[in-house]
Every structure is written in structure tokens, then in C-alpha cells.
């Protein structure tokens, strides 16, 4: 028989995927992980490991491709300034958004704008929902880790609330 | 006759479960619904789309292997299936219609380019688009 690290109970996915569209739905807002254990009726000291489990990255971690996935649709789509887009988005000061945003994608929030306004016109007859997902970044760093690295002095409330 | 796709199936995790969501709070309607031991054919169409059905299939035996017909439903359950798109022709009014019914929403109406698009899921998991298309030009 399968062991359990790699087969969760389907009802037990079923309720963390519910945490995981409520961040999707509210990329903005604060997730602290009582918070998510409460969608998936899973104890805190649980949550973050199954989620880790079922969707293999953090929730933490989650919820940052998420808001730099919005951040870039608007930088893409809207001529708001990137300090709007930066509060919009779920972060608290501009300075901790341009680091993310660069630790994440590679680029200044200022370069994606002007890059992807580029390539707008191919992806026009793909239902815009799906374009936004697919073109969520993918984290293959730990973002935590590379900011623990270079930046003692900044604190971040965003990245570490739903540790 | 026409030529064409006839039937998309998915998994879903209980098939009576899925037929009430499908039938009962999306209005499609059961085109089969066939037993043959524990196999059961069950397709649902769309009360508009005649020559198209969709099959709600359990995974499991006769056609899976226990550790096959469990990695289906964890896939399923992890909302991992591709989207599926449900064209309408005013998403508000459905929205405000599937949410009174209980229907879980991930993504409220949005307006988008002239379409308005909102998001839910079935019961197993399995993600739904629902897309009004605007007026071209």
C-alpha cells in the first residue's frame, strides 16, 4: 500500500484546496495560518505540512506568487502607479514589494510592466483567467531563505505571517 | 448525423454527490445513467447542448487499480484537473442564482476585457470558469 506522506485523504485535499482558493480569491489580505486551519478544519500545528504536502510549497509561500501574479496582471493591464499596485496587492511598504518582486521574478516591477505590455496581443484569445494563472511565477527558491540571506535590516510582516 | 466530440468525462468522488450538483443546483440534465456491477455510466448535458455529454465517472474498480483510483481522487481533490469553462449568458444573475443554491464560489464576477467571468468548483474539486461573453464591436 501507498505510505501516507505521499497519499493524503482526499477529503482532507478537498478542504486544504479551499484554504488555497480563499488566498486566491483575497491574495491581499492577511492569511495568518489560524486562519487558513480554520477553512480546512485542520489543527494549526497541521496545516502548514499538509498544505506543503498536497501543493508542494508553503502556504506562505503560496500566497507571495500570488500577489506577485496580481502585481504583474496589474502592471500588465492597468496604468496604476506601482506604489498602488504594491498596497493593492497585499503589501505594506514599496521598498518590501520591489525586493519580493525581484527576488521572485528577476526583474523590477518597472521592467515586467514594459516587457509584458510586449507580448499582450498573443495571448488575446485565451480567456484572461487562465492567462493570469499561467503566467503565475514559479518559485523554485525559497524566497524566505534568499531574504534571510540579504536583508537583515528589512522586516517583512507579508512573509512571514502564514509561517 | 454530426460529427464530434460526444463525450468528456471526469472524475469525480461520489457520483450520486455529483449528479445532485450537476442536476439539481447547475440545471443539467441526465442524458444516461447506466449500472453494470459496481460500474456505473453517468453522463449530464447541458440543457442547450444536445449532442454533447458530460460524463461523471467514479474512479475504481473494474477500470482502476485501489492505488490508481486513490491517485485519481487526490488529483481531483487537490483541484489539480484542468478548468473547465461554462459559457452563460449573464453571470451575475447565475452567480446570484448557484450562490443562493450553495454553490461554492472561488471567484466572484469580474468584469474583464467586456466579459464578465466567475469562478466555482463541484463538489470532487474540479474548477469551473463561468464566462459571459461581452459584445464584440
Known amino acids: ?163 | 448525423m454530426s460529427q464530434g466530440v460526444q463525450v468528456v468525462g471526469l472524475y469525480v468522488r461520489d457520483q450520486d454527490e455529483a449528479l445532485a450538483f450537476y442536476v439539481d443546483k447547475l440545471g443539467f440534465r441526465v442524458h444516461t445513467d447506466v449500472r453494470n456491477g459496481e460500474y456505473r455510466w453517468l453522463t449530464v448535458q447541458h440543457p442547450e447542448q444536445p449532442a454533447f455529454q458530460l460524463g461523471l465517472f467514479a474512479p475504481g474498480p473494474p477500470v482502476h487499480d485501489a492505488a490508481t483510483a486513490q491517485t485519481l481522487r487526490a488529483v481531483v481533490a487537490k483541484g489539480a484537473m484542468p478548468p473547465l469553462v461554462l459559457s452563460v449568458k449573464d453571470c451575475r444573475a447565475d452567480y446570484d442564482r448557484l450562490l443562493a443554491r450553495g454553490v461554492e464560489f472561488t471567484q466572484e464576477p469580474v468584469d474583464r476585457y467586456g466579459n464578465v467571468d466567475a469562478g466555482f468548483r463541484d463538489p470532487s474539486g474540479i474548477g469551473w470558469k463561468m464566462i459571459q461573453e461581452g459584445r464584440r464591436a
Do not use: N
Request: hydrophobic letters at 40%; one cysteine or more.
Open chain 1, 1 to 163: 500500500m501507498a505510505d501516507d506522506f505521499t497519499h493524503q485523504d482526499p477529503e482532507l485535499l478537498r478542504r486544504l484546496l479551499r484554504a488555497k482558493d480563499r488566498m486566491d480569491a483575497a491574495s491581499h489580505e492577511r492569511w495568518p495560518v489560524q486562519r487558513l486551519a480554520r477553512v480546512s478544519g485542520v489543527s494549526e500545528a497541521h496545516f502548514a505540512r499538509s498544505f506543503k504536502q498536497a501543493f508542494g510549497v508553503p502556504p506562505h509561500r503560496y500566497l507571495l506568487t500570488r500577489r506577485i501574479e496580481r502585481a504583474t496582471a496589474l502592471l500588465r493591464d492597468t496604468d496604476l502607479p506601482i506604489t498602488d499596485i504594491a498596497f493593492q496587492t497585499g503589501w505594506e511598504s514599496l521598498g518590501t514589494f520591489g525586493r519580493t518582486f525581484r527576488d521572485i521574478t528577476g526583474e523590477s516591477p518597472s521592467a515586467v510592466r514594459d516587457r509584458a505590455r510586449g507580448v499582450a496581443q498573443s495571448l488575446a484569445r485565451v480567456p484572461a483567467c487562465i492567462v493570469s494563472a499561467a503566467q503565475r511565477p514559479d518559485l523554485t527558491t525559497a524566497v524566505s531563505e534568499k531574504r534571510r540571506r540579504e536583508a537583515d535590516a528589512i522586516t517583512d510582516a507579508d512573509d512571514k505571517e502564514v509561517r
